[in-house]
């Protein structure tokens, strides 16, 4: 509804230069242009966490994450455009803006997507509350109406975390630590019958974490580890942005 009323009353311009776009291109909130400028992730990377190669050495940035957190790739780097993009999403309320986010991550390969649900990073029950919505799950839902997968909202966050804006890749580490919950019950992925402890009924071969922006992958590791602890032996993860960190390029 809110969305339907945006549309009507905000003129058809890109959110991010303000050019008018063609009637045909109105339902878009990002103009080719501005599309056009986000410049793509791109291999040489790690294999698994997706991070261009360490000039010496293994990877140091997944080093510490979880064994079953597999793979996780995002589709182009937090600068310019394409901040501003996360940020109106985030703080500029337009949720629509998801889809023009979505349309780029869509192309990224993943291998073993094709069967997996798609876990949107939940949002603190205070931080939904200020946004009104939570900017992971819209840009897992664009995704799943493109891949036609589901998503499936197997993560609660228990705990509030400052922000992680400011902190050191270890920092961070420690901030989201115990962060998530599998939520069983809601999803009835764990069969009834089944002890407490046992491994859940997993419906899908894999998950594929989805939140909007990665910067250390200390969120996504924390939420493999919650799947990890409830049976989940594949973990993958997509984001619509990197964050360009000096120490690791
Ligand atoms: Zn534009
Ligand atoms: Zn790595």
């Given at each position: 509804m809110r969305e339907a009323i945006e549309q009507l009353l905000l003129p058809a311009e890109c959110a991010l230069c303000h050019t008018l776009l063609s009637f045909a291109r109105s339902?878009?909130?990002?103009?080719?242009?501005?599309?056009h400028r986000w410049r793509a992730v791109r291999p040489p990377w790690c294999d698994r966490c997706g991070q261009p190669?360490?000039?010496?050495?293994?990877?140091?940035?997944?080093?510490a994450w979880p064994a079953a957190l597999r793979a996780v790739r995002s589709?182009?780097?937090?600068?310019?455009?394409?901040?501003?993009?996360?940020h109106a999403l985030k703080y500029r309320g337009l949720a629509r803006i998801a889809d023009d986010l979505a349309d780029v991550a869509a192309g990224i390969a993943l291998p073993g997507r094709d069967t997996a649900g798609l876990?949107?990073?939940?949002l603190g029950r205070q931080r939904l509350r200020e946004r009104g919505y939570n900017q992971s799950?819209?840009?897992?839902?664009?995704?799943?109406?493109?891949?036609q997968r589901p998503v499936v909202n197997l993560l609660a966050r228990v705990r509030e975390t400052a922000t992680q804006t400011?902190?050191?890749?270890?920092?961070?580490l420690a901030?989201?630590?115990?962060?998530?919950q599998v939520r069983n019950g809601e999803c009835g992925v764990r069969s009834e019958r089944a002890p407490a402890n046992s491994a859940l009924r997993i419906p899908h071969s894999a998950f594929v974490l989805v939140d909007d922006v990665f910067t250390t992958g200390a969120t996504l590791a924390e939420a493999a580890r919650a799947l990890e602890q409830a049976g989940v032996r594949s973990v993958l993860a997509v984001t619509f942005g990197r964050a360009i960190l000096p120490d690791f390029t």
């Amino acid at each position: 509804m809110r969305e339907a009323i945006e549309q009507l009353l905000l003129p058809a311009e890109c959110a991010l230069c303000h050019t008018l776009l063609s009637f045909a291109r109105s339902r878009r909130i990002v103009c080719d242009v501005c599309r056009h400028r986000w410049r793509a992730v791109r291999p040489p990377w790690c294999d698994r966490c997706g991070q261009p190669e360490p000039r010496f050495g293994p990877c140091r940035l997944c080093a510490a994450w979880p064994a079953a957190l597999r793979a996780v790739r995002s589709a182009v780097w937090l600068e310019g455009g394409a901040r501003d993009a996360v940020h109106a999403l985030k703080y500029r309320g337009l949720a629509r803006i998801a889809d023009d986010l979505a349309d780029v991550a869509a192309g990224i390969a993943l291998p073993g997507r094709d069967t997996a649900g798609l876990v949107p990073i939940p949002l603190g029950r205070q931080r939904l509350r200020e946004r009104g919505y939570n900017q992971s799950e819209r840009l897992a839902r664009a995704l799943a109406r493109r891949w036609q997968r589901p998503v499936v909202n197997l993560l609660a966050r228990v705990r509030e975390t400052a922000t992680q804006t400011a902190l050191t890749p270890d920092a961070r580490l420690a901030n989201v630590a115990g962060a998530f919950q599998v939520r069983n019950g809601e999803c009835g992925v764990r069969s009834e019958r089944a002890p407490a402890n046992s491994a859940l009924r997993i419906p899908h071969s894999a998950f594929v974490l989805v939140d909007d922006v990665f910067t250390t992958g200390a969120t996504l590791a924390e939420a493999a580890r919650a799947l990890e602890q409830a049976g989940v032996r594949s973990v993958l993860a997509v984001t619509f942005g990197r964050a360009i960190l000096p120490d690791f390029t």
